[in-house]
């Protein structure tokens, strides 16, 4: 079966730096990918992994341990619009569909 | 990447109704993918639409229920037949190989 686990809520304060994990059961790998999203709107590309090792975007960097099934999502210098949920997805095939995990909900503190 | 445009962005609509959703791409692609995320759930794939073939149902979904066309490669349409209030969601649909989705269409039904 296909299997994706992140905690459900997180809280953090504003300026600081918070890591959300990912661990998954797959059939298959090919790729991980993280979104955000904000209430009532459509999820956000944030980063895609395919090799081990960390990608860094600006304040938002994702790491990937294949070995593992393990992924974290880091924000730093976070701000209030960071406040949104975090969605970890897994194509498990080429060409194949994405499988999401229930998502993360983080709640920025002032 | 591919532009994803979506319609309509939101509609509230009665039960026992049927709503039919829009999805234009910018360029040609094989697969389409519709998504339905539920209040306070993550995404789930309704089905694969291919062009010149029936579209692929995921378990739990079904044709009489959610229609799909593929007329031509670069456009899509899901139908939400019969609608109660448990079909009140976000609708998304997004293209292989890409990892943005459509601006989501947000369904209620009253």
């Known amino acids: 079966g296909q299997n994706i686990d992140q905690p459900t809520e997180m809280t953090a304060t504003e300026g600081a730096i918070v890591q959300i994990n990912c661990t998954y059961q797959?059939?298959?790998?090919?790729?991980l990918f993280w979104y955000q999203q904000h209430a009532g709107e459509a999820p956000t590309f944030l980063s895609y992994?395919?090799?081990?090792g960390l990608e860094e975007k600006g304040r938002f960097s994702s790491f990937l341990s294949r070995s593992k099934g393990y992924s974290y999502l880091l924000l730093k210098e976070l701000q209030m619009k960071d406040s949104a949920s975090y969605l970890c997805?897994?194509?498990?095939?080429?060409?194949?569909?994405?499988?999401f995990g229930k998502g993360t909900r983080l709640h920025i503190l002032p | 990447s591919a532009v994803i445009s979506q319609k309509p962005s939101r509609d509230i609509c009665q039960r026992g109704t049927s709503l039919t959703i829009q999805c234009q791409v910018d360029?040609?692609?094989?697969?389409m993918f519709w998504y339905r995320q539920q209040p306070g759930q993550s995404l789930t794939l309704i089905a694969t639409?291919?062009?010149?073939?029936?579209?692929?149902?995921e378990s739990g979904f079904v044709i009489d229920k959610f229609p799909i066309s593929r007329p031509n490669l670069t456009f899509s349409t899901l139908t939400v037949s019969n609608m109660s209030p448990e079909d009140s969601s976000i609708y998304l649909c997004?293209?292989?190989?890409?990892?943005?989705f459509g601006s989501g269409t947000r369904l209620t039904v009253v």
């Open positions: 639409a291919n062009q010149g073939s029936e579209a692929t149902y």
């Open positions: 992994n395919v090799l081990d």
């Open positions: 997004s293209v292989d190989g890409e990892e943005h």
């Open positions: 360029s040609q692609v094989t697969m």
């Open positions: 797959t059939s298959g790998f090919n790729g």
């Open positions: 997805a897994v194509r498990a095939h080429r060409d194949d569909k994405i499988i």
